[in-house]
């Protein structure tokens, strides 16, 4: 089991920059491929970015291309999500997810929310316009 904490959401203007943080805890021995989400009200859950485990790949949403950089240090079982140039439509509840990649490739990266194993509770990131 593991589990996900996101941390560093909050209320910024248009234009501005948030970093969202997921530390992990618990069964971290394994390699895990990690991704983030968001779900705005009224709207499903869609793919923000997500990057392999071993740190080599990453995949973004087209929307979030040149905006949003993810990145991850495995020593402090941390995933980032920098999010810069924020817009009213960036406003979400933001979702950490990990992946169990022990029998995977540690390359590859996921988008789509079934393929993952663990998620956290959220953060709130709102911006204001």
């Known amino acids: 089991q593991v589990q996900l904490v996101e941390s560093g959401g909050g209320l910024v203007q248009a234009g501005g920059s948030l970093r969202l943080s997921c530390a992990a805890s618990?069964?971290?021995?394994?390699?895990?491929?990690m991704g983030w989400f968001r779900q705005a009200p009224g709207k499903e859950r869609e793919f923000v970015a997500a990057?392999?485990?071993?740190?080599?790949?990453?995949t973004y949403a087209d929307s979030m291309k040149g905006r949003f950089t993810i990145s991850r240090d495995n020593a402090k079982n941390t995933v980032y999500l920098q999010m810069n140039s924020l817009k009213p439509e960036d406003t979400a509840v933001y979702y950490c997810?990990?992946?169990?990649?022990?029998?995977?490739?540690?390359?590859?990266?996921?988008?789509?929310?079934?393929?993952?194993?663990?998620w956290g509770q959220g953060t709130q990131v709102t911006v204001s316009s």
């Open positions: 618990g069964r971290t021995s394994s390699t895990y491929a």
């Open positions: 997810a990990a992946k169990d990649a022990t029998y995977s490739s540690s390359s590859a990266t996921y988008s789509g929310p079934e393929r993952y194993d663990y």
């Open positions: 990057i392999s485990a071993n740190g080599g790949s990453r």
